[in-house]
């Protein structure tokens, strides 16, 4: 009876795989017929006289031994041959030299076998399940996925897909303010599929300028459709984004397709991305125009190109250069990413005022490195600082009050004693 347990207890164990694991028909079969030749193989040295059928429908399996009819007294291989006289009993119309085939009870060959194959069949399961895995995923790169979170760690969070897989979403791929509890849905787009010795692992992302690219091809038709084409894409997650797009079509307007009637379209993006504001701009190969466009709500005056450097230097009216720098630096820094040109930006100077003196010429009285920061920002005159707010300069430049206060007096006095 003890015998028959063991045959039910691997019929169950073929049904539990067939049932929990991700796996076609034809290759549970080949799986199944695999690891049984394996521990025949192993305990016999050879499993090449059987022959295994396998039935996954009815959860069932059979095993048929082939062996060679000899002479009693030529009996070597009681696994590969059978004596004459056995042969008999079986039928007793058997001569030397004929095949017999006989069913083999694989239960038989005790529970360490029976051991045997399942460790057997779980570790090819989970190499399949693991090639099933990687297979699937790496078709998915770059294409946005929903999943459940799971557990949350310090680095990272551990989601589940809807089959049940692992997918991992790292702290540096997450928005800064994204915030999730276990049990919640999460979109991201799948970045990419690492898979070192065999052991895949799905990274998704939150951060990547393709997230955002996908967001606007499911919420608008024509991206979607080919009429609009999204040329360039910058971003700094959960904060701000730039997005350059055209239409090859005159009659379709891509900003506001991207937009919609009063920010219907643009509002769901911007709500998935936390508040994430995301400025779309017409693209154009016209590289001067196009800083100009990146530089936007900033209104520019003129500007200088260095194509060979890729470098620009931006000149504009004192009350736009802040619009143009924005909060933190932010605008002139996704401007650089949009346009992939290192962009100076300058206050023109007013009309009849060319008494203005370079901040390099202060090295005397000023440190070089506070000098540096005010330059940083595209102010790199006395005057061009004395006309900028007082706020202004201690914001972006991320000098103390004082350093800047103590600046604007120097400044001041030059003039003042001019």
């Not at 006989?102 to 460790?119: C, V």
């Not at 040329?231 to 797009?245: F, H, Q």
Request: proline share 3%.
């Amino acid at each position: 009876m003890a015998k028959k347990e063991e045959t039910i207890s691997l019929i169950d164990t073929f049904s539990e795989f067939k049932e929990l694991k991700n796996i076609d028909r034809t290759t549970m079969v080949s799986v199944l017929e695999e690891a049984f030749r394996s521990v025949i193989a192993k305990t016999f040295g050879t499993d090449e006289n059987y022959d295994v059928i396998v039935n996954p429908d009815k959860g069932d399996f059979e095993i048929w031994r082939n062996r060679e009819v000899v002479a009693d007294q030529d009996l070597d291989n009681p696994h590969m041959q059978i004596s004459l006289t056995e042969a008999q009993k079986i039928d007793a119309s058997y001569e030397i030299g004929e095949e017999v085939t006989d069913e083999f009870n694989f239960a038989k060959m005790g529970r360490r076998a029976i051991l045997n194959l399942r460790q057997a069949l779980a570790s090819k399961i989970l190499e399949l399940e693991k090639d099933s895995l990687y297979n699937k995923y790496i078709d998915k790169v770059g294409t946005v996925i929903s999943a459940e979170v799971y557990q949350i760690w310090k680095k990272e969070m551990l989601l589940l897909d809807d089959e049940g897989n692992e997918l991992l979403l790292p702290k540096t791929e997450q928005i800064p303010t994204d915030f999730y509890r276990k049990g919640e849905t999460v979109r991201a787009v799948v970045a990419r599929v690492d898979n070192k010795n065999n052991n895949p692992k799905i990274i998704l992302s939150r951060t990547s300028p393709v997230f955002l690219e996908r967001l606007f091809e499911m919420e608008v038709p024509e991206i979607n459709d080919g009429l609009i084409t999204i040329k360039r894409i910058a971003r700094i997650p959960g904060e701000r984004a730039k997005i350059a797009v055209e239409s090859y079509d005159d009659r379709i307007d891509p900003v506001g397709a991207c937009v919609g009637v009063k920010g219907s379209r643009i509002h769901g993006i911007v709500r998935e991305l936390r508040n994430e504001n995301i400025d779309v701009i017409n693209y154009t190969p016209n590289v001067s125009l196009f800083i100009q466009r990146a530089l936007s709500p900033a209104k520019v005056s003129s500007i200088r190109l260095n194509e060979e450097e890729k470098k620009a230097e931006v000149f504009l009216r004192p009350e736009e250069v802040s619009l143009a720098i924005g909060k933190g630096g932010m605008n002139i820094k996704l401007a650089i990413m949009l346009t992939e040109y290192t962009i100076d930006v300058y206050r023109e100077l007013e009309d009849g005022v060319d008494d203005d003196i370079y901040l390099d010429e202060f090295k005397d009285e000023i440190d070089a490195w506070v000098i540096d920061a005010i330059k940083s920002i595209g102010i790199d005159t006395a005057r061009a600082a004395l006309n900028a707010p007082r706020e202004m300069l201690i914001e972006k430049t991320d000098l103390e009050e004082e350093t800047v206060d103590e600046v604007l007096r120097i400044l001041k006095s030059e003039f003042e004693e001019e």
